[in-house]
């Protein structure tokens, strides 16, 4: 089964979602800034994150392609999963409006609080009510139509969601400590200048390594839920 991701930077792979999707039967199929014809009906599409917004489309027409793609999978139900810029390009495919957030940059390891619908998810149940996770982000999306609010933050409400048989995320789930530690590093400068403690985030990485394991064994549940439904 094909697994078309599509990324937008050089540093941001699919991370610990690629072994779990691997595992589960599926062969990746990596795409950088570009669509295929042939991907709107690939078994399933995942689209990862970057620096620009859904709103910069015209910056970078790659994003249209893309959103166009989504709207045409999510109108025949056909398996998307959206990370970070993925979720946000996956919440405006069906319909939500995204933009700046009011509630400024997120940004470091932090608890997501996962919704009482959720806890009762074929992918989420089982877990612990909150989950360190990584964050990077500015964005934010409204309500997702016809979709399932699945995890909130206290900065930002729209955190996660399923709709029908795809799955967004907000946060970064696949990224290791390390990972983020290079993140960290890569992205130093943007974030002094945002006015972050570099330090401060570098002092967060072990509670994300602490985490690893839950965070990897929840994208194993992803990866095998998805593979079942297209079986």
Do not use: I
């Not at 699919?14 to 042939?38: H, K, N």
């Not at 009906?41 to 489309?57: D, N």
């Not at 985490?211 to 064994?217: L, R």
């Amino acid at each position: 089964m094909r697994a078309v991701v599509f990324e937008h930077e050089e540093h941001e792979g699919p991370g610990l979602l690629g072994p779990a999707l691997e595992a589960a039967g599926f062969t990746l199929v990596r795409r950088f800034r570009t669509v295929r014809r042939e991907d709107v009906e690939a078994p399933l599409v995942v689209v990862m994150g970057g620096p620009m917004g859904v709103y910069e489309a015209d910056a970078h027409p790659f994003l249209n392609d893309e959103l166009a793609l989504l709207g045409e999978r999510l109108a025949n139900d056909r398996a998307c999963v959206g990370v970070c810029l993925g979720a946000q390009l996956l919440a405006a495919a069906a319909g939500a409006q995204v933009s700046p957030g009011k509630n400024g940059f997120e940004v470091g390891v932090g608890p997501v609080r996962w919704t009482q619908d959720a806890l009762k998810d074929p992918v989420v149940a089982g877990v612990k009510p909150r989950t360190a996770v990584a964050h990077w982000h500015g964005d934010t999306y409204t309500p997702v139509p016809g979709a399932t609010l699945l995890a909130s933050t206290d900065r930002y409400t729209q955190q996660a969601f399923r709709l029908g048989s795809s799955y967004g995320f907000q946060f970064h789930l696949e990224l290791t400590a390390k990972e983020l530690g290079r993140w960290l590093e890569l992205g130093a400068e943007d974030l002094v200048t945002r006015g972050k403690d570099l330090e401060a985030l570098k002092a967060q990485l072990p509670k994300l390594k602490a985490a690893e394991a839950e965070n990897t064994e929840l994208l194993q549940r992803l990866a095998h839920h998805l593979a079942r439904g297209l079986r």
